[in-house]
């Protein structure tokens, strides 16, 4: 295999490095998505259909926890993707090492805190009735594995920021391919249950960091650290934490809308109307992974460019994430509108949950096909380091727009209120991004 250098993403054609960058990327989406949505069918046809609904209540602190790992990752890794494009070795090798002792410190204290509170968490993020006990021992298990999770997650994104997409594509397949081995081995052979299910997604975590350990200690890395690049700097730990801080509350709202919208259906429909929207909430992740996957590939990209001031190169690679990603986002539009009956069937054959479920996953992605925009406009200033309208653009969606029309459209049309609060607030969030996106452009790009 011909050596790949970080160099690469400033010289090569910007559809064929896109292409590159972000196939990798989809794949290793589209895998570790397969493994969620796998691990969810295992989960619903072995144990049952309220064992779904246990994880989807879990799933808001333990990916919160685990997203401070992202958080300090891209944070950093658009620092290190600048300085790589400005030949500056030094401010990338104490970034990485600053991002290190940060992942530790952080996720360490906060599963802690984590498991001292799982008593109150879990009944706040919906996991009532017949829901806490699965919830209560799947949380357990799951918060001992997160700060390996959070490590991963940091690496993973330097890796990418190195400009080694395989090597990152690599370290979200072995976890993926892990979990579903030890899903069959705990839950079908053993018959651990939820304890079961827990210890797999944990295991698959240890295999993905030892992984990831091995590729920094390996000569396909350029980062090569040393003791004195763990000592805290302020300069970057500030920078870190301003562009982390978009990731952070990305996740955070994430958590907090899984909170809410948990606790209204649980409201309107039960635990029937929890278990669709974990449903809905699992073919997200795996539906989008194309559009994910370039959103992943662009983001190094447009950070190196940009560090190294190529600006028609960083336009054009806007322009051609967004093309390539809204006619992916367009095609899985179709599927999804056309089979939510049979895609359903994949979860449970619950005769409840296979009759709502349906018409609640089409609002649900109802306005896919303009996503891409959004997302790609929002990781675009991230990726430039302006942290303020990053963290604008990406609050837009959920925080500015979802959660009130939440509250606001059940008052007039009941729980299908909540599920149309899907696709108005992708609309919503998708202009406003392309006003910010548009304006940057002209202002930036098309003058320099």
């Known amino acids: 295999m011909a050596k790949v250098s970080s160099q690469d993403l400033g010289t090569e054609p910007i559809a064929k490095l896109l292409v590159k960058q972000a196939v990798p990327a989809s794949i290793g989406i589209l895998v570790m998505s397969l493994n969620i949505l796998v691990d969810t069918i295992f989960v619903g046809n072995w144990i049952g259909a309220t064992a779904i609904a246990a994880i989807n209540v879990v799933l808001p602190v333990s990916f919160f926890i685990a997203a401070l790992g992202m958080a300090i990752g891209i944070g950093g890794s658009s620092i290190i993707s600048r300085a790589l494009g400005a030949n500056n070795m030094q401010r990338a090798l104490t970034t990485f090492g600053n991002q290190i002792t940060l992942t530790f410190l952080f996720t360490v204290t906060f599963a802690v805190f984590g498991l001292i509170y799982v008593d109150t968490l879990i009944p706040a993020f919906g996991g009532k009735g017949n829901i806490f006990a699965s919830a209560k021992v799947y949380y357990e298990i799951i918060l001992y594995?997160?700060?390996?999770?959070?490590?991963v997650m940091m690496g993973n994104n330097v890796i990418r920021a190195e400009g080694k997409p395989k090597f990152a594509m690599y370290a979200m397949l072995i976890p993926s391919v892990g979990n579903l081995l030890l899903d069959y081995i705990f839950i079908n052979v053993l018959d651990y249950g939820m304890a079961g299910a827990a210890w797999a997604t944990t295991g698959s975590y240890v295999l993905c960091f030892l992984f990831v350990l091995w590729f920094f200690l390996s000569k396909n890395s350029e980062l090569k650290i040393s003791l004195a690049h763990f000592r805290l700097k302020k300069i970057i730990v500030l920078e870190i934490g301003s562009l982390g801080s978009v990731t952070l509350a990305r996740q955070a709202v994430v958590s907090v809308t899984f909170l809410l919208v948990n606790n209204a259906l649980y409201n309107y429909g039960g635990e029937i109307s929890v278990t669709a929207y974990a449903i809905v909430a699992r073919m997200s992740m795996f539906a989008l992974f194309p559009v994910f996957g370039i959103t992943q590939g662009f983001i190094p990209i447009a950070g190196f460019n940009y560090g190294a001031e190529k600006?028609?190169?960083?336009?054009?690679?806007?322009?051609t994430a967004i093309k390539y990603a809204t006619i992916l986002a367009t095609i899985i539009f179709v599927v999804l509108m056309v089979f939510p009956e049979f895609i359903t069937k994949w979860f449970t054959t619950d005769t409840a949950v296979t009759e709502?479920?349906?018409?609640?996953?089409?609002?649900?992605?109802?306005?896919?096909?303009?996503?891409?925009?959004?997302?790609?406009?929002?990781?675009?200033?991230?990726?430039?380091?302006?942290?303020?309208?990053?963290?604008?653009?990406?609050l837009t969606r959920q925080a500015i727009f979802f959660i009130p029309l939440m509250y606001i459209l059940p008052v007039f049309f009941g729980e299908l209120g909540i599920w149309m609060s899907f696709p108005i607030s992708d609309i919503l969030s998708t202009i406003v991004t392309y006003y910010f996106l548009r304006r940057e452009v002209k202002l930036k790009l098309d003058t320099t």
Not at 311 to 319: A, F, H, N, Q, W
Request: aromatic share 12%.
């Open 311 to 319: 600006y028609p190169r960083v336009k054009e690679v806007i322009y």
């Open 356 to 394: 709502v479920t349906p018409n609640n996953m089409r609002w649900a992605f109802a306005a896919i096909p303009i996503l891409a925009l959004q997302l790609i406009g929002a990781a675009y200033f991230q990726a430039i380091g302006k942290a303020l309208p990053a963290l604008i653009l990406t």
């Open 145 to 151: 594995g997160v700060p390996i999770l959070g490590f």
